[in-house]
């Protein structure tokens, strides 16, 4: 089963508001989460490194204002797409490896669509 | 030197054909190589994953074939299956404690029936 879960799977926004988007370890702890952005047809790219109980890492050419980053408890990250555009859809996927020397899994990604 | 390219862009096999995809990297540094299955709307799935210090390793229908002097690694999928077809993507990363995945373009694999 899934020990990487995301949510939500699809959303649709408005221009201008915010949309957050939940990534969940469910039977380990992670002190390190990432954030990959995927358009459509496109490798995956990495946003950003999010640490528990400390400031996210932002890859160059990332804004860190548009894209919060929250890593406030060992099992859970969350990443707000702020004053959301058009060119913010995309698909989000978020990944956990278990323990320091292992592969890290994906969550099943979220489908951003701003309208 | 952070690139990690992938060939070819898509492929098409007959079912019970050999499906074979090239990566290569340029960062020494790299010790990691993971090969990742994308379906349609999911996120990826590690398939296998290889350290350099092995040429090749096998699970199942899945072979990675390394080579460290060329910088080149291969994804080999033997007796390809129809549930096969997905977006297959290569990555790399360095550093035991590093997780900063370096993915390659993706090969799009259509296995015929």
């Known amino acids: 089963g899934a020990v990487v879960s995301q949510h939500p799977s699809r959303v649709i926004c408005k221009s201008g508001t915010s949309v957050k988007i939940e990534c969940r370890s469910l039977d380990f702890q992670a002190t390190t989460m990432f954030w990959y952005r995927q358009f459509p047809k496109q490798s995956l790219m990495l946003m950003a490194t999010?640490?528990?109980?400390?400031?996210?890492?932002?890859e160059q050419g990332v804004e860190k204002d548009k894209f919060l980053i929250n890593h406030a408890s060992l099992t859970l990250s969350t990443l707000t797409v702020t004053s959301a555009h058009p060119e913010d859809s995309s698909f989000y996927i978020c990944?956990?490896?278990?323990?320091?020397?292992?592969?890290?899994?994906f969550g099943q990604g979220t489908r951003l669509t701003v309208v | 030197q952070q690139q990690v390219k992938q060939s070819p862009q898509s492929l098409i096999v007959q079912k019970g054909g050999i499906s074979i995809i090239n990566c290569a990297y340029e960062?020494?540094?790299?010790?990691?190589f993971p090969w990742y299955q994308q379906f349609p709307g999911k996120g990826p799935a590690l398939l296998i994953a290889i350290r350099p210090d092995v040429s090749e390793k096998k699970e199942g229908r899945f072979t990675i074939s390394f080579n460290k002097s060329a910088k080149q690694f291969s994804l080999h999928i033997m007796d390809s299956q129809p549930g096969d077809s997905a977006t297959y993507f290569c990555?790399?990363?360095?550093?035991?404690?590093?997780?900063?995945?370096?993915f390659g373009s993706g090969t799009r694999l259509l296995v015929r029936p």
């Open positions: 999010s640490n528990e109980g400390s400031k996210a890492t932002y």
């Open positions: 990944s956990a490896p278990r323990t320091r020397n292992t592969e890290a899994f």
């Open positions: 960062n020494t540094a790299f010790d990691y």
């Open positions: 990555a790399a990363s360095m550093g035991l404690s590093s997780y900063k995945l370096i």
